[in-house]
């Protein structure tokens, strides 16, 4: 079947409408309820606290759960500790940017072996150097989770 030019320009037309239609919808749709950011990030909040919700945050509550998940020896992954990333994410599930500052600030600096993942001082006569909230989760997530993290709090973990 042989097409005129005038029907060949409107066919290559509609396929051009068609082709922008499709790739406009999946620019532009928007995520279904209860999915925001939750797929590629699991601190799980998005950008904003539900105003429903009944969660308060409590930065003294969410600095001692990241100090709990995170002073056993063992990096994510490891055998003594398997668990410790889903701990840390599920302190960090509803904390905001700002909520973060707080949390960083409150963490302070602690005792820390980078080697270890832990407090123990494998050398006795020094003392173990006093580290930042960055550097323990940089030492503890995958170079993946840490990365969600500093997407999540870009003023707080370089």
């Given amino acids: ?22 790739i406009g919808y999946f620019v532009f749709r928007s995520s279904p309820p209860g999915k925001t950011g939750a797929s590629a990030d699991p601190t799980g909040n998005g950008t904003v606290i539900n105003p429903g919700s009944s969660y308060t945050f409590d930065v003294n ?4 759960s990241l100090y709990d998940a995170m002073r056993p020896s063992g990096t994510a992954g490891w055998p003594l500790n398997p668990n410790e990333r889903e701990k840390i994410f599920a302190a960090l599930e509803k904390v905001t940017a700002t909520q973060f500052g707080q949390v960083y600030q409150k963490f302070g600096k602690r005792s820390y072996n980078k080697t270890a993942g832990n407090q123990i001082n494998y050398l006795p006569i020094t003392p173990l150097p006093l580290e930042p909230l960055d550097v323990w989760l940089k ?16 003023n707080h973990l370089p």
């Fill in 61 to 64: 509550k969410t600095v001692t």
């Fill in 139 to 154: 030492n503890e997530l995958s170079y993946e989770d840490y990365r969600l993290l500093q997407i999540k709090y870009p």
């Fill in 1 to 22: 079947m042989d097409f005129t030019d005038k029907e060949k320009k409107y066919g290559l037309i509609a396929l051009g409408v068609v082709t922008a239609g499709v």
